[in-house]
């Protein structure tokens, strides 16, 4: 599975940007799919995950109520809503993709290459 991230939106305090993570290779409602993010000099961390049916979702405590992870199987993709930014979400963001649905960072096979998301206050 190759998977490729970009970013749509300014990254502003209190607004709002959307990850879109586009896959390709095996079939894609297979696999879970994940985001993750890195900030400087910090380890990389779970941020949302979807099931591949999109019965499930999880999210990380500082990111649950503002971040929406979907997917659109139909076209291969899933999307991160981020809403209500603050610059603490300034990362490195990644799209992960493995046929568990887990929010264990390590678990994870299929890694995008990362974008690049800066909330400036």
């Known amino acids: 599975v190759q998977l490729v991230e970009s970013v749509v939106g300014l990254g502003q305090a209190g607004g709002s940007l959307r990850l879109s993570c586009a896959a390709s290779?095996?079939?894609?409602?297979?696999?879970?799919m994940g985001w993750f993010r890195q900030a400087p000099r910090k380890e990389r961390e779970f941020v949302a995950a979807?099931?591949?049916?999109?019965?499930?979702?999880n999210y990380a405590g500082s990111v649950k109520g503002r971040f929406t992870i979907s997917r659109d199987n139909a076209k291969n993709t899933v999307y991160l809503q981020m809403n209500s930014l603050k610059p603490e979400d300034t990362a490195v963001y990644y799209c992960?993709?493995?046929?568990?649905?887990?929010?264990?960072?390590?678990?994870?096979?299929?890694w995008g290459q990362g974008t690049q998301v800066t909330v400036s206050s």
């Open positions: 290779g095996r079939s894609f409602s297979n696999y879970a």
């Open positions: 979807i099931n591949w049916s999109e019965a499930d979702t």
């Open positions: 992960a993709a493995d046929h568990m649905f887990t929010t264990i960072r390590t678990a994870w096979d299929y």
